[in-house]
T-cell receptor, first 110, second 112 residues
């Protein structure tokens, strides 16, 4: 029972262009959403988050959008850089624990 | 300055053995977690401790026993290892009233 889904296993983007990573969830009780970035052989690192009472949060090149009615969130990275190449995990909190998606591998080509 | 550290980074052992993974955080956080990342790459929570008390136990076999000697440490002991225990195990920590969790580098456990 996957409550958080990242349906694109991978994404390839040219350097300088926009990367858009998507995430869908099923549990209406989720009240906070996070994106994590993971390099090989390292632990996930927190990137950006958004509360369920907001629809957008921006931090530098990273913006997260939340559409509660569609139970969908997305992470926009612009401009994309080769150093952004990593696995990106979407996570949702029910106030008690985080539930993670399976991740999307982002490759930024120079 | 490592925030969340785990030892060992790699662990190869045979079925039936007992092993432990250690985790330490120097962030002053009250809550610590163990996650398992299986072959399908899902990160699933196993346990959560707050100030040395167990608060989450996500239907994990009894062979797995977490121990928190103090709020900066959360160790994971696994008895009678099975092939299906092979995975990457991540420790994490967080502070009260925040959702962000900070992860360690992971321990890759291989059971042969």
């Amino acid at each position: 029972d996957q409550q958080v889904k990242q349906n694109s296993p991978s994404l390839s983007v040219q350097e300088g262009r926009i990367s858009i990573l998507n995430c869908d969830y099923t549990n209406s009780m989720f009240d906070y959403f996070l994106w994590y970035k993971k390099y090989p052989a390292e632990g996930p690192t927190f990137l950006i988050s958004i509360s369920s009472i907001k629809d957008k949060n921006e931090d530098g090149r990273f913006t997260v959008f939340l559409n509660k009615s569609a139970k969908h969130l997305s992470l926009h990275i612009v401009p994309s850089q080769p150093g952004d190449s990593a696995v990106y995990f979407c996570a949702a909190s029910d106030g008690n624990k985080l539930v993670f998606g399976a991740g999307t591998i982002l490759r930024v080509k120079s | 300055d490592t925030a969340v550290s785990q030892t060992p980074k790699y662990l190869v052992t045979q079925m039936g053995n007992d092993k432990s993974i250690k985790c330490e955080q120097n962030l002053g956080h009250d809550t610590m977690y163990w996650y398992k990342q299986d072959s399908k790459k899902f990160l699933k929570i196993m346990f959560s401790y707050n100030n040395k008390e167990l608060i989450i136990n996500e239907t994990v076999p009894n062979r797995f026993s977490p121990k928190s000697p103090d709020k900066a440490h959360l160790n994971l002991h696994i008895n009678s290892l099975e092939l299906g225990d092979s995975a990457v195990y991540f420790c994490a920590s967080s502070s009260p009233r925040t959702y962000e969790q900070y992860f360690g580098p992971g321990t890759r456990l291989t059971v042969t």
